[in-house]
Every structure is written in C-alpha cells, then in structure tokens.
C-alpha cells in the first residue's frame, strides 16, 4: 500500500507520489466496493434502498428530506425509494414530533435483521478475502481502517 502521509501540516503536498497514491487509492477502493455489493441478502433491494437502510441504521429516524440531503439525490426521488421500502416492509412512516406536515422515516425489525444478516455475510467474504494477507499487511489494513473511515465521512 503507498504511503498516504502528509507530514505535519496534513494538507497534501500535490507531488507524483502523492497522485499515484491517490489514484491507487481510488481504483481499489471502487473495486472492492463493487465486489462488496455483491455479497447481498436480498437482490430484491437496490445498493440506493440498501444505502438508505444503512443511513437509517447509522444515524437513526430521520424525515424524507433529511435522508435525500444525506444521500445526495432528490427528494422527489428520496420520496419514490421511501414508499418501496416502506411497501416491502422495512421502514414504516409517522408523523413528525413537531410538525404534523411532515413524516418521520424509521427502519423495521425485519430492516434491522437483514442489514444486520448482510453486515455478517459481507465481513465473512471479506475476512475469506484477507486471510490471504501476511501480518505486516494485516498491520498496515488494521492502521489504514480508520483513515478510510474518516474520509468516507467527509
């Protein structure tokens, strides 16, 4: 794995070194998100719904336009992907605390059960993967786990 530092500042110096590793950085981490998606539980469901199960998993109860902003599309389109999922019975809709206008989107028990059954069949591929990794590259995953963590939240 290229080195991603960035000395003391933590501002990317821009250099050759630097872009290659950033495009390293890229690429594998698109080919294995692809790979990722894959190893789903139920087919049925698009990596959008699937996207916003987990965004409710993570963040909790949230309105219609609060999940759009927080999945960057429309809400028109966060509206159409509520009203599936809410029709295959994994969220369910209320009305708003403070205001009655609008809803309040939650996960179901059965969203809760198949996220959680799809986390564990994607970390056993993924640990089936990485047993072909040596130690010091194990290392290396362990050190570089929460910096991917971070910028997949910036």
Same mark, same amino acid.
């Given at each position: ?10 501002? *990317?110096?821009? !250099?050759?070194?630097?872009? +290659? ?14 790979? &990722? ?7 049925? &469901?698009? *990596? ?8 409710? +998993? =993570? ?5 219609? !336009?609060?999940?759009? =902003?927080?999945?960057?599309?429309? *809400? ?20 708003? *605390? ?30 089936? &993967? ?13 050190? +570089?786990?929460?910096? &991917? ?6």
């Amino acid at each position: 794995m290229s080195d991603l530092s960035h000395g003391d500042t933590g501002a *990317p110096h821009g !250099g050759d070194a630097d872009q +290659a590793a950033v495009n390293a950085l890229r690429s594998a981490v698109m080919r294995l998100g692809r790979r &990722l998606k894959h190893q789903r539980v139920d087919e049925s &469901l698009s *990596p959008t719904e699937m996207s916003v199960l987990g965004t409710l +998993a =993570r963040c909790g109860s949230a309105t219609p !336009g609060e999940l759009a =902003r927080r999945e960057h599309v429309q *809400p028109p389109s966060m509206t159409r992907i509520v009203a599936l999922l809410e029709a295959k019975g994994l969220v369910r809709l209320e009305p708003h *605390p403070d205001d009655r206008r609008q809803k309040v989107v939650s996960q179901t028990e059965q969203a809760e059960a198949m996220l959680e059954e799809s986390r564990s069949k994607r970390n056993a591929w993924l640990t089936e &993967l990485a047993d072909g990794l040596d130690e010091d590259e194990w290392e290396k995953l362990r050190a +570089a786990a929460p910096v &991917l963590e971070k910028l997949a939240h910036l």
